[in-house]
C-alpha cells in the first residue's frame, strides 16, 4: 500500500499535465463564478466515489478559476485533513456479505463539535465522463465510465480516452456541515452527512444520465408478455379465430414498430450534427427557464409538452436539454416520419412512433399503452405533443386527449405501488422568427392537400440552410406536477379503481390539457417577427410610417412589463429600430424610402406569412386589445359600463386563446392604469377617456385592431345563431354558415387571410360558447335563452355604427 501511495504521488504531476492537455470541458454548472463560496471558510470538496482522474479534473479546473484548491491539506488548529474526499465504495468479498466503509467527515464533526465558532463548507462535485445512458450490455458500456455501473481503472482509462472531449463538471451548493451536526453527536452526523450526499449525487446521476436503458428486444418481449397485452390477446383470439401464438407474433411485430432504441453514439453524433445545424440556420438558440427543470429532474419523471409549430421541434428540445446537462426524452412521434434512413436515426436518438388512430386496432393499442407505461414507470423523460400536429394558424391548437389519457392511466396503475413515481408535466413554449415550412403552411391553409414526408424532401430543407432564419426560443413553462393537480381538480382518482377508464377520467383529461395549453402560452417569447406582424397587420393596407412602427414596438413591450400575459413571457433584446431592421433583413417586410420618411411595407405573400408569427403571440395582448376596442367607438367610459360590454366576450376569447385564468374585475383597472402611463388614455372624473393627441389616438386604434378579427367572427356567429328560433341550428351547420360568412367578409374587405375564416376557430367557439353555459345542446340542436341574446347586445355596444352595419348587412346576405 505505502509502495502505490508514493508510485502514485510520483506520477500524479504527470498525469495532471497529461489530462489537462487532453480533457475538454464541455459543461461546467453553474458557473464557477456563481458558487457562493465563503472565502473565509475552509472548503471541502466531495466526490462521489473515489477516482484518480475526477480528483486530477478537479484540481485543474479549481486552478483555472481560482477556486479554492482541492489538493493538499487544511489546517484546522492543529488538525489536518484533506481538502477533498470522496464517498466511499461497497467493500465487495467473495465470502462475505458486502459493508459500506464509515464516511469520511467523522473527524471535521468532531472538531465542530469542539469548536462551536468553526464551520467547514462542503461541495459535492459529480463528474461524467461522456453522457452515455446506463446500459447493461454493449460495446459502449465498456467505454462509458459513467453509465450506472461502477467502473474498474481499466475502464475509467478507456473512458478518459474516449471520452475527454465530452467531459461534464456539476459543482453542487455548498453545503455547511455544522448545519447537520446536532446533540446526537459526530457519528450520527457522518451517517447523516453522507445519506444526504449519496442522494444528492443519485438525483444529479439520474438528472444527467436518465434511468438505466434495458435491451430493446427484452423490453418488447417483456410488454407482449405482460397481463393487459395477454388479457387483450386471449380476447381476440377467439373473435378473430386466430391462434394466440399468431397473435402474440403480431403483437411482436407491433412492438418493433413502436420502440425506441436510444444509442449513445447516435446521440453524440446528434449532439455535434445539430449543433452544426443550428449554427448554419439560426442567428442563436435563447433558452430560459431550465432551472425549474433541472430542480424536478433528480426525483421526478418528467413528460416534456411543447407546441409544435415545426418539425425542427423534435430535434431542437432534445438538443437543449443534452447541451445544459439533462438526459434527452423519448419522443413520440407519428409514423410518417419512420422513413427510410430518417425513420432508423430518429429511433437511435429516442423517438417511438406511433400511428395516427388506435381505432378498432385494440392489440396495437394495448402494446402502445404498455410501452409507454414501463417508460413513465422506470422513470424515463417523455416529450409528446399535446396539440397532435403542426400548427398551421400559428395558433396553440386545442389539446388532443390521447397522450394525456395514456399518461394519467399509467400514472395511477403505478398510484398503487409501494413508491409511486412523481411525475411532472414541463411546459415548453418554442417560438422562431422564420420557420422553415411557411410556404407548406400558407398551401395547406389554402386547402392544399399536405405532402407526404420523405427523405426526397430533406433536398429541399438543405436547399433553404443558406437562408437567414433569425433566432429561435425556448421558454420552459412553470412545470405542473400531476399528483397534486389531481388531488385538486379530481379527488377521487386514487380511491377509483372500477375499470380500465373511471369516471373522473373524463373531466380530468380536457381539463389537463386546457391547463398544459395555458401554461404554455404563459411563457410565450416575443420576438421581433412577431411584434412587427401585430403592428402592420393591424394596419388596413399593411403599410406604415417606420417612426409609428418604432413607437408602436415600444408600446407593446412596455404593456409586457406592465401587465405580463404570461407567468413566463420573455422581451427580445434591444430598441425598436434594431428589431425592425432585423425583420428587413429576414425578408419579412419590405423598407421603402420616402423624402418625408421612410415606409415599411407587407407585401400581400408577406402579410399571408406574418399572419402566421402574430397568432403565435396573440394571447398576449387579448386584453389590452379588447380594452383599446372599447374605446374605439366610445371616447370615454366608466368601469362599471365598460366591465359589463367587456364581460360576455372575454371568457370566451380567454378560451379561444388559452389565456391565463385572470378576473375581469381585477386586471381591468391594472390595464387601464397601463394605457395611461403609456398616454394612450386620460383619466376623466370616475373613468378615462381618449386623448386629444392625434399620434396617441392612432396608436390606441392599432391596438384595438388586434382583436378585432377575433370579435368579428364572434360577432357573425351570433349573429346567425340569434337570427333563427333555439334548436334550429346543429354544430356542424352553425360552423359552416359562419365560415361561409366570414370568408365573404374577408373578400369584400380585401384580406386574403385564409385563418381568418378557418372552421376550426368556429368549432372552437361554439365549444366555448357552450362551456361558459350560454348554449347547450339536445337532440344535436343548440339551444338558447333570452340570456345569449341579452349579452350579444351589450357586447354589441363595443362596435361603431359602421363597422356594425357593415358586419349586419354580412349576416343578413
Known amino acids: 500500500m505505502a509502495l502505490a501511495h508514493s508510485l502514485l504521488s510520483i506520477l500524479r504531476a504527470p498525469l495532471k499535465g497529461l489530462l489537462k492537455a487532453w ?10 463564478t456563481e458558487l457562493a463560496i465563503t472565502p473565509s471558510r475552509p472548503t471541502l470538496y466531495v466526490l462521489p466515489h473515489p477516482a484518480l482522474s475526477d480528483a486530477l479534473l478537479l484540481e485543474v479546473l479549481c ?8 489538493q493538499g491539506r487544511l489546517d484546522l488548529d492543529g488538525l489536518t485533513l484533506p481538502a477533498s474526499v470522496a464517498l466511499p465504495a461497497r467493500q465487495r468479498r467473495l465470502w462475505r456479505r458486502t459493508r459500506a466503509l464509515e464516511a469520511p467527515f467523522r473527524q471535521a464533526l468532531e472538531y465542530l463539535d469542539a469548536h462551536p465558532d468553526a464551520d467547514i463548507q462542503l461541495i459535492p462535485v459529480s463528474v461524467f465522463w461522456g453522457r452515455a445512458p446506463g446500459k447493461r450490455f454493449g460495446f459502449w458500456r465498456l467505454l462509458s465510465a459513467d453509465s450506472w455501473q461502477l467502473t474498474g481503472r481499466l475502464r475509467r482509462a478507456l473512458s478518459v480516452l474516449v471520452n475527454g472531449k465530452s467531459v461534464e463538471v456539476h459543482f453542487g451548493a455548498p453545503l455547511q456541515l455544522r448545519d447537520l451536526l446536532d446533540e446526537r453527536g459526530p457519528a450520527v452526523a457522518n451517517r447523516k452527512t453522507a445519506r444526504l450526499l449519496r442522494i444528492h449525487f443519485r438525483r444529479m446521476r439520474a438528472r444527467v444520465l436518465g434511468p438505466d436503458l434495458s435491451h430493446r428486444r427484452t423490453l418488447i418481449e417483456g410488454v407482449v408478455a405482460s397481463p393487459p397485452v395477454r388479457r ?9 379465430k386466430r391462434s394466440p401464438e399468431r397473435l402474440q407474433r403480431r ?34 438558440v435563447e433558452v430560459r427557464g431550465l432551472d425549474r427543470v433541472k430542480a424536478l429532474a ?18 431542437l428540445l432534445s438538443y437543449v436539454l443534452y447541451r445544459d446537462g439533462l438526459m434527452p426524452p423519448h419522443i413520440a412521434a407519428g409514423r410518417n416520419l419512420n422513413m427510410p434512413v430518417i425513420g432508423p436515426l430518429l429511433r437511435r436518438g429516442g423517438a417511438f412512433f406511433m400511428r395516427r388512430s388506435f381505432r378498432d386496432k385494440p392489440l396495437y393499442a394495448a402494446v402502445f399503452n404498455e410501452y409507454l407505461h414501463r417508460l413513465l414507470e422506470r422513470g424515463h423523460p417523455l416529450e409528446y405533443f399535446i396539440e397532435g400536429g403542426r400548427s398551421r394558424s400559428g395558433r396553440m391548437l386545442a389539446p388532443r386527449p390521447g397522450m394525456l389519457s395514456m399518461t394519467l392511466r399509467s400514472f395511477r396503475r403505478s398510484a398503487d405501488n409501494t413508491s409511486p413515481p412523481r411525475l411532472a408535466f414541463v411546459p415548453v413554449y418554442i417560438g422562431y422568427e422564420r420557420v422553415i415550412e411557411n410556404s407548406s403552411y400558407q398551401r395547406e391553409l389554402r386547402g392544399g392537400k399536405k405532402r407526404k414526408e420523405s427523405p426526397l424532401a430533406l433536398l429541399g430543407v438543405i436547399s433553404k440552410l443558406r437562408q437567414p432564419f433569425g433566432k429561435v426560443s425556448v421558454n420552459v413553462g412553470e412545470p405542473l406536477q400531476l399528483g397534486p393537480w389531481l388531488d385538486a381538480s379530481a379527488p377521487d382518482w386514487r380511491a377509483d379503481t372500477s375499470s380500465a377508464k373511471p369516471a373522473w377520467l373524463n373531466q380530468a383529461v380536457p381539463g389537463l390539457g386546457d391547463e398544459l395549453a395555458r401554461r404554455i402560452n404563459a411563457a410565450a417569447a416575443l420576438n421581433p417577427v412577431n411584434l412587427v406582424a401585430l403592428v402592420l397587420l393591424a394596419t388596413p393596407h399593411h403599410a406604415i410610417e417606420a417612426s409609428l412602427m418604432s413607437r408602436q414596438l415600444a408600446l407593446l413591450a412596455a404593456l409586457q412589463r406592465h401587465c405580463p400575459g404570461g407567468q413566463h413571457v420573455s422581451l427580445p433584446q434591444g430598441a425598436p429600430d434594431d428589431w425592425i431592421a432585423g425583420v428587413v433583413a429576414l425578408g419579412m417586410i419590405e423598407r421603402r424610402p420616402h423624402a418625408l420618411g421612410d415606409i415599411l411595407v407587407a407585401t400581400t405573400e408577406q402579410a399571408n406569412l406574418l399572419v402566421w408569427y402574430r397568432n403565435n403571440v396573440l394571447h398576449l395582448f387579448a386584453l389590452a386589445g379588447l380594452t383599446a376596442f372599447a374605446f374605439r367607438h366610445s371616447p370615454r367610459q366608466d368601469l362599471d359600463n365598460l366591465q ?15 389565456l391565463e385564468p385572470v378576473v375581469l374585475s381585477q386586471a381591468l383597472p391594472a390595464m387601464l392604469e397601463a394605457l ?17 393627441s392625434l399620434e396617441a389616438g392612432e396608436q390606441l386604434r392599432l391596438l384595438a385592431r388586434l382583436m378585432q378579427p377575433s370579435l368579428e367572427r364572434g360577432y357573425l356567429l351570433l349573429a346567425i345563431l340569434l337570427a333563427q328560433p333555439p334548436g334550429t341550428l346543429g354544430r356542424d351547420a352553425l360552423a359552416e354558415r359562419s365560415q361561409q360568412l366570414t370568408e365573404r367578409l374577408a373578400l369584400l374587405s380585401g384580406r386574403d387571410a ?14 366555448s360558447l357552450e362551456a361558459e353555459g350560454w348554449i347547450w345542446e339536445q337532440d344535436e340542436r343548440l339551444w338558447f335563452d333570452e340570456r345569449l341574446r341579452s349579452a350579444a347586445q351589450r357586447s354589441g355596444e363595443l362596435y361603431d355604427p359602421a363597422l356594425r352595419h357593415r358586419l349586419q348587412l354580412i349576416s343578413h346576405e
Open 23 to 32: 480533457v475538454e470541458t464541455r459543461l461546467i454548472e453553474p458557473e464557477p
Open 676 to 692: 395611461c402611463q403609456e398616454g394612450l388614455l386620460e383619466r376623466s372624473g370616475d373613468g378615462w377617456q381618449r386623448p386629444a
Open 251 to 284: 403483437a411482436l411485430r407491433y412492438g418493433r414498430e413502436i420502440a425506441s432504441n436510444m444509442t449513445y453514439p447516435v446521440l453524440r453524433f446528434m449532439d455535434g450534427l445539430l449543433r452544426r445545424l443550428w449554427n448554419r440556420l439560426y442567428d442563436g
Open 63 to 70: 486552478q483555472r478559476h481560482g477556486l479554492p484548491p482541492p
Open 298 to 315: 433528480g426525483d421526478h419523471t418528467l413528460v416534456y409538452v411543447p407546441c409544435h409549430r415545426s418539425h425542427i421541434d423534435y430535434l
Open 644 to 658: 359589463a360590454q367587456l364581460e360576455p366576450p372575454w371568457p370566451i376569447l380567454a378560451r379561444e386563446l388559452f
Open 232 to 240: 387483450v390477446i386471449n380476447e381476440l383470439a377467439p373473435a378473430e
Open 754 to 767: 385564409p385563418e381568418f375564416f378557418d372552421r376550426k376557430l368556429f368549432a372552437s367557439l361554439i365549444e
